[in-house]
């Protein structure tokens, strides 16, 4: 499993995971769509995905 640094970040993965955009997690968590793509950036880097094409949402699903 992935250390995640906040329980914001553990939330936005679960819902990228469960195939939420980031302006509906940004409504569903109060947060603003550059909010929610911070946390998408930084996941993606801490989980090594470096090139655009790879999709975090796979990645995800797949750590189950």
Avoid: C, P, W, Y
């Avoid at 469960?18 to 109060?30: C, N, Q, V, W």
């Amino acid at each position: 499993s992935i250390l995640l640094s906040s329980a914001k970040a553990r939330q936005v993965a679960n819902m990228i995971r469960s195939g939420k955009t980031s302006k509906e997690i940004a409504d569903l968590l109060f947060l603003s769509v550059s909010g929610v793509d911070f946390h998408r950036k930084k996941l993606r880097k801490k989980l090594g995905l470096t090139h655009s094409k790879e999709d975090l949402r796979t990645f995800l699903l797949s750590m189950q």
